[in-house]
Nanobody, 115 residues
Framework: QVQLVESGGGLVQTGGSLRLSCATSGSIFSINIMGWYRQAPGKQRELVAYINTEDIAKYAEFVKGRFTISRDNAKRTVYLQMNNLKPEDTAVYYC?????????WGQGTQVTVSS
């Protein structure tokens, strides 16, 4: 059974940094491209970044140059290093497979950036 557990969110000021972690169980990690999504209040969930099994990463334009996605295969964990955070980055962040997310999402981790 696939489980996704996100952590590392918090409240930071504009320009601050956070590192998110996503611990996975089941076969999702080893066979899939993994990504970070986010959902802000009143908005649809959007894909932020993803990384394949060969560590090739892609980023949405709105985070390019500020966020870095990585994966630790031994720990079955995906990370998102977020630097130079902006108020518009405020959202709940989730990890899941890309391009087709697994049906069971984790609880997400809240990121709040104050201005």
């Amino acid at each position: 059974q696939v489980q996704l557990v996100e952590s590392g969110g918090g409240l930071v000021q504009t320009g601050g940094s956070l590192r998110l972690s996503c611990a996975t169980s089941g076969s999702i990690f080893s066979i899939n491209i993994m990504g970070w999504y986010r959902q802000a209040p009143g908005k649809q969930r959007e894909l932020v970044a993803y990384i394949n099994t060969e560590d090739i990463a892609k980023y949405a334009e709105f985070v390019k140059g500020r966020f870095t996605i990585s994966r630790d295969n031994a720990k079955r964990t995906v990370y998102l290093q977020m630097n130079n955070l902006k108020p518009e980055d405020t959202a709940v962040y989730y990890c899941n497979s890309v391009p087709t997310p697994q049906p069971a999402w984790g609880q997400g981790t809240q990121v709040t950036v104050s201005s």
